[in-house]
Every structure is written in C-alpha cells, then in structure tokens.
C-alpha cells in the first residue's frame, strides 16, 4: 500500500514538473518586435546561420531571457511553431496593442504637455503603444524614436 501512494506520490510530481515546462515552453509572456530584423538558432547568431525574418509589429511569445546570453531572448512566432533568438533590445515586453493617429500629433519627452516636443507624427501613420499613463500614451513611432501623444489624436485597431 505504502509503495503505490509513494508511486503516486511521484507520478504526480511529473506531472506537475511536466505541465510547468509545459507553460514556459508555450510563452505566458506576449511581446511585439520594435525593428525589422532576425530570429537566429542559437544566441548572438552568426554569419552564415539560417535565420527567419521578423517584421517590426510583430507579435511573439517571449520564452526565456537569460542574463548570461548578453541580451538575447528566445521568442516564438505566432505559427507557434517558429522559435529562436532574437536581440532584447528589439522587443517590447506586452502584448501588441496598434494606433492609428487620425490627426498630427506632437511627440512629447514626457506624458507632459510643457514638456519638450521631439517631433510632430503625421495623421495616418501606425504606432505602437508602450505604456499609458491616464491620458497619455508612450509609443514607438519606429526603431528608438519613442514618446508621449495625448488622448484625441488616434483611434485604436491594427492595419
């Protein structure tokens, strides 16, 4: 008796270890690709190494982030299917939410309408949100041009 609750006893721990690397493996963590650029095989990919091409936008689960891979992530593409590394610094970590401005909008340092205005964003143009803060929204115009819009110069939805 004593022998089948310790098998028991172990053969759910498995199972429990098995569904937790289970999730991990699947991506609890959405993330979208701030530039257009690559997925490699392994950490700090190569020359020569196959790599697949991911576009800026592009949702994906994030993996694993470890520190000794001097800022790699493994992600998975939304085939769920396509895995590998791709730079830290190309990824948003939150799930992919797309505005489109309905009018020009001034990009702001900070949620701050004194603040400095680093340049105006034209109606029309797709951007992706960051953060909000009341009605603030931080977004990426494109690869490192980042700032505030207020509420009013978009509406929401993706192309």
Not at 66 to 88: C, F, H, P, S
Not at 93 to 119: C, M, W
């Amino acid at each position: 008796m004593k022998k089948i609750a310790i098998l028991s006893l172990i053969a759910a721990s498995l199972l429990v270890a098995c569904a937790s690397g289970q999730r991990q493996d699947t991506g609890d963590d959405a993330g979208v690709v701030l530039k257009d650029t690559y997925i490699y095989g392994k950490p700090g990919g190569s020359v020569g190494e196959s790599k697949v091409r991911v576009n800026r936008g592009e949702g994906v689960s994030l993996l694993k982030s470890e520190e000794g891979q001097n800022g790699w992530a493994q992600v998975l593409l939304a085939d769920r299917e396509t895995k590998g590394w791709i730079v830290e610094k190309y990824l948003h970590r939150g799930p992919k939410i797309e505005i489109r401005l309905t009018q020009n909008a001034s990009l702001y340092v900070r949620p701050d309408a004194n603040s400095k205005i680093e340049s105006t964003i034209v109606s029309g143009t797709y951007v992706l949100v960051l953060k909000q803060l009341d009605d603030w929204k931080k977004v990426s115009v494109e690869y490192e041009k980042e700032g505030w819009i207020n509420s009013g110069a978009y509406t929401s939805g993706s192309r």
